[in-house]
């Protein structure tokens, strides 16, 4: 597998048809519960869990020197991107077990030391058991942890989980942080003496908070859309 320009990395906050398989004894196994063998490099198309509120996805890099390919990690009730490396993946004999070894990318671009794993079982056509884990806060894929249940998609499900899912939790962390900002300058201004309104009652300040969250979640829903896509222009 070729390596990635951990260059191409910086600046971001990270299937073909299925034909008949036999396992080792011999034992039949039904084609849609199988990876083929040219999916060695990563399987095309999105992994997403509407009950995890997670997605995650090889992408593969046209450069000057050749195809590349990273990982990328999407935790979208965070929210938070993490980008990784892969550096090896296997497929089991009886091909229904993917496993991708790979080294996380820091937000600067540098490749890290240390290896880590995950495991995708093929169970159905289009269903595959996945389990995560947490890493560095946010989850990641991994050979434990939550076991869920993924399913595959050629459209990228970061516009939807980032409006439904980010949004939420962006729009409770802004407010809280806008209205603790706004009652320390109120109890500061009180304090010395400053007759001013009480920002969590008064329906102006309330709106002006408001007004700069939904602005902020509008932003920040954008940047995950296109980290999560490796939308760089």
Do not use: C
Request: charge should be positive.
């Amino acid at each position: 597998m070729k390596s990635t320009n951990p260059k191409l990395l910086a600046g971001i906050v990270g299937a073909a048809s299925l034909l008949l398989a036999f396992t080792a004894s011999s034992t039949p196994v039904k084609a849609s519960n199988t990876f083929d063998k040219s999916e060695i490099s990563g399987p095309t198309g999105y992994f997403k869990s509407n009950k995890a509120r997670f997605a995650f996805h090889w992408k593969y890099l046209e450069t000057k020197k050749g195809v590349q390919t990273i990982l990328i990690f999407g935790d979208f009730n965070k929210p938070e991107l993490q980008i990784g490396m892969p550096v090896l993946n296997n497929i089991s004999k009886d091909r229904t077990t993917f496993t991708s070894q790979y080294k996380f990318v820091n937000t600067k671009g540098n490749l890290l030391n240390q290896k880590y794993y995950f495991p995708i079982k093929k169970l159905s056509n289009n269903s595959y058991q996945v389990h995560l884990a947490y890493h560095n806060g946010g989850r990641v894929p991994s050979a434990n942890g939550k076991s869920y249940i993924f399913t595959k998609t050629a459209k990228s499900p970061a516009k939807s989980y980032a409006n439904k899912y980010s949004a939420q939790t962006l729009k409770k962390q802004y407010t809280t942080q806008l209205e603790k900002s706004a009652n320390k300058q109120y109890k500061k201004a009180k304090a010395a003496g400053k007759n001013v309104a009480n920002p969590a009652t008064n329906k102006q300040v309330q709106k002006r908070i408001k007004a700069k969250v939904n602005s902020a979640v509008k932003k920040s829903v954008k940047q995950i859309i296109q980290g999560f896509n490796y939308d760089v222009k």
